[in-house]
């Protein structure tokens, strides 16, 4: 006679480290534990995230904050996201905490912590704070109802850590997070990275942070013509591009339509959308103080004129004409 022993459920199990329970249980929101559990459950395997997304029925920009919020705290690396180790298996010290400000508000670039850092502002102190400080209570109050729900501890964490690490006032951030609604992108990581980059441009008043609102944008507004330009389905830029288009928008002030012929001419010779390639092209036209379709051609017909009397031209020359620009990476 044989006997088998059935398991039912637990025929199939995974392992979760106990150090990630004891230090993510109550500082990690729901979101960001159910993509750990997901990645747990399907450990060695590459990670797509609009699969991702799709599996735990949640927006996909939740499923890269969440994605996001792991690579940040150490726990995701690699273009695959493997789980690796990292420095959450040792318990931190109380003294390792970076001492708090008095207040919020303050800091400078200098004073910014290390981008991953080693222990955040627990639920103890985040009370404590709170019960001291007038200004943290009423950013917790707003930033609930900015974002219309209550903070996840991550999120209320993070905000603490961006009054009192990076040094932020309280009405900074909240017109950050007004921003960040706005613009849909209101997960911690995307929320604690536009803090950061306030803090090292020195973004400490509400003139300085309504002139960074107005810089923002003008960044989205020239990607819009941009995209408009080349008639691309509508996605995010990357830092380079958005640079790069605020750039032929309003330093160098090109229409949609000189922007269209530059994207033309992109394509006749990469057959892709380059904004390496694209810069090129903008950057000899402005250089040749052309603004319209109309010096546009007056240009290209003097130089197809030169090229065909036989003028030789030295490589400084050649640089300057767009259609020997060889395609760059921004």
């Known amino acids: ?13 995974f392992a979760v480290p106990t150090a990630l329970v004891d230090r993510y249980i109550k500082l990690a929101g729901k979101e960001q534990l159910q993509v750990l559990l997901w990645m747990l459950r399907h450990g060695g395997e590459a990670v797509q995230p609009d699969l991702l997304a799709q599996a735990l029925g949640m927006s996909l ?32 010290q109380p003294e390792d905490r970076p001492a708090p400000l008095p207040e919020a508000g303050g800091g400078t670039a200098a004073s910014l912590p290390p981008k991953r850092r080693l222990l955040k502002p627990d ?15 009423f950013l917790m109050q707003e930033a609930e109802n900015t974002l219309g729900k209550t903070l996840s501890p991550a999120m209320a964490s993070t905000l603490l850590t961006i009054c009192d690490d990076y040094g932020l006032p309280v009405e ?11 613009v849909g992108r209101t997960g911690t990581a995307y929320i604690d ?34 995209q408009s330009a080349a008639g691309m389905p509508r996605r ?20 949609v339509e000189m922007l269209t012929a530059a994207y033309e001419r992109c394509v006749d010779n990469t057959g892709k959308f380059s904004a390496g390639y694209i810069n090129k092209i903008l950057e000899g036209w402005h250089r040749s103080g052309v603004r319209n379709l109309r010096e546009l051609e007056q240009l290209e017909a003097r130089k197809r004129e030169d090229r ?19 395609p760059e990476e921004l």
């Not at 900074?172 to 706005?182: I, P, R, S």
């Not at 990357?238 to 309003?250: C, D, H, P, Q, T």
């Open 1 to 13: 006679m044989e006997y088998t022993l059935h398991m039912g459920p637990w025929s199939s199990v």
């Open 61 to 92: 920009d939740s499923a890269l904050d969440a994605l996001d919020y792991w690579v940040q705290e150490g726990l995701l690396a690699g273009q695959e996201s493997e789980l690796s180790p990292a420095r959450w298996v040792q318990a931190a």
């Open 123 to 137: 639920t103890q102190h985040l009370a404590a704070r709170m019960g001291e400080s007038e200004g943290i209570r």
């Open 172 to 182: 900074v951030v909240v017109m950050l997070l007004h921003y960040a609604k706005n």
């Open 193 to 226: 990275s536009v803090a950061r980059d306030w803090a090292a441009n020195g973004v400490f008043t509400l003139e300085a942070a309504e002139q960074k609102l107005r810089e923002l944008d003008e960044h989205q507004q020239a990607w819009a013509k941009v």
């Open 236 to 255: 995010s830029p990357s830092k380079k591009e958005e640079e790069a288009a605020y750039r032929w928008v309003y330093q160098w002030k090109f229409t």
């Open 308 to 326: 065909g009397s036989g003028k030789s031209y030295d490589i400084e020359e050649l640089e300057r004409m767009s259609f020997f620009d060889l």
